[in-house]
């Protein structure tokens, strides 16, 4: 009853840079934390970049500088620029949210400990 959306992957040359925005769609009350997580093939998949409800923020040592990670909580969407793009960035990017409050269809308040996105593909190459 609660679903993310990514949107924003592609191709990007060396040191370009990309958006990748993600929403969090049902009848939602709030959400603790969101964020992105990567994935490349034959690796687990690995933290980039969270932000909670009340705008604290972590990154992966890797992205550091290079990337921001902001969320909109009006609109439960989380946002994630990322500058300087490298080859390593390369990955499937998944958006993450914890601890989610929400309305089920027979307006039960729920809690929901953690969904995901099925993920947005970032090429970084020349």
């Known amino acids: 009853q609660v679903q993310l959306a990514e949107s924003g992957g592609g191709l990007v040359q060396p040191g370009g840079s990309l958006r990748l925005s993600c929403t969090a769609s049902?009848?939602?009350?709030?959400?603790?934390?969101m964020g992105w997580y990567r994935q490349t093939p034959g690796k687990q998949r690995e933290l980039v970049a969270t932000?909670?409800?009340?705008?604290?923020?972590a990154y992966a040592d890797a992205v550091k500088g290079r990337f921001t990670v902001s969320r909109d909580n009006a609109k439960n969407t989380v946002y994630l620029e990322m500058n300087s793009l490298k080859p390593e960035d390369t990955a499937v990017y998944f958006c993450n949210a914890d601890s989610v409050k929400y309305y089920t269809d027979t307006y039960a308040l729920n809690y929901g400990m953690e969904y995901w996105g099925k993920g947005t593909l970032v090429t970084v190459s020349s």
């Open positions: 932000v909670t409800l009340d705008g604290s923020t």
């Open positions: 049902g009848r939602i009350v709030s959400i603790n934390a």
